[in-house]
């Protein structure tokens, strides 16, 4: 659903040109340039993200590329790893404008001790993008900086996604497993009547609420 005709150019010898996609990043942030890179400021708690809150961010590329991130340095693409990292929305296409969604995670889970009122962390994304040549494979990272700390949590959890997609099932199935994601730790329960509260509700969820 997104076929290219592109020039990927055989005598093109120049990395992928990486800088901020203005457009998509969440009301009430903005980039501020630093150095190889950009720091991701909120207008609130501070200029740091609040633990579990969800923020979209991207880049724009100057040819199309493949863009892969990560949570720690490395020294080039090959080495950058899935189990810290990944491809921007889990998507590996050559394209000029790449977006994410983060959901910060608790700090507790990023090693600041939850008795300290004042724990503060600081996260980089190092990102690397290559263009149908292969350049870029060995080009500095791209860093995007952001902070993250407590603040006052006055919203509901969200159900961010649910598998399975279907809306049906076999005929005489017995079973089903179903699985919705929250955009922060939560405990849930479901009923088949859709008018009842929460604790109205008399099935229990399995909660996987660990990072």
């Keep these: 659903g997104e076929e290219a005709c592109t020039d990927i150019g055989p005598n093109d010898i120049s990395a992928p040109q990486i800088k901020p996609w203005q457009d998509v990043l969440t009301e009430g942030f903005k980039y501020e340039e630093v150095g190889n890179g950009v720091k991701i400021i909120s207008e609130e708690n501070e200029g740091c993200v609040r633990e579990y809150q969800p923020v979209w961010f991207g880049i724009e590329l100057d ?9 720690e340095h490395t020294n080039s693409y090959e080495e950058m790893d899935n189990d810290k990292g990944g491809f921007f929305l889990g998507n590996n296409l050559f394209k000029e404008q790449h977006a994410n969604l983060f959901i910060m995670p608790d700090l507790t889970s990023l090693g600041a001790p939850g008795y ?3 724990r503060k962390i600081d996260l980089n994304y190092h990102i690397r993008c290559i263009d149908g040549n292969g350049n870029g494979k060995d080009s500095s990272e791209y860093i995007m900086n952001l902070c993250v700390k ?3 949590d006055t919203n509901a959890p969200k159900i961010t996604k649910r598998e399975p997609i279907k809306e049906e099932v076999k005929f005489n199935q017995a079973e089903l497993y179903g699985t919705v994601f929250t955009n922060e730790p939560a405990d849930c329960k479901w009923d088949f009547e859709p008018t009842k509260s ?3 509700m008399m099935n229990k969820m399995t909660c996987a609420n660990d990072i």
């Design 63 to 71: 040819e199309p590329g493949q863009c892969f991130y990560n949570l």
């Design 116 to 118: 300290d009122p004042t």
């Design 150 to 152: 407590p603040g006052k």
């Design 198 to 200: 929460y604790d109205e």
